[in-house]
């Protein structure tokens, strides 16, 4: 986490301050008011959040939300690594 940009670290926090299971729709109004941001700053905290799978997506607009980067196993080894994918919310 110590290597996110500071606005990226806000969103975190905006996500993080939910408690588990939370669901609701994500806003970006909502997310630029509570972090003191704009629009554009909050899609490029987004983007850095879902290239470090920080945010995964898991249906066209679902997404997950974890606390340290989401791990992927590879079932023939069973060595985990960190994948770094790109997403773009719209």
């Not at 588990?20 to 490029?44: G, H, M, P």
Request: glycine content about 2%.
């Amino acid at each position: 986490m110590l290597s996110l940009k500071p606005s990226t670290v806000k969103v975190w926090f905006y996500f993080a301050k939910n408690q588990e299971s939370y669901e609701f729709d994500l806003s970006s109004v909502a997310v630029c008011n509570f972090c003191n941001i704009s629009d554009k700053t909050y899609r490029e905290a987004i983007k850095e959040l879902t290239d470090l799978r920080y945010l995964v997506q898991t249906g066209k607009n679902t997404f997950e939300f974890y606390e340290i980067p989401k791990e992927i196993e590879y079932p023939k080894n069973g060595d985990k690594i960190i994948c770094h994918t790109s997403t773009i919310l719209r």
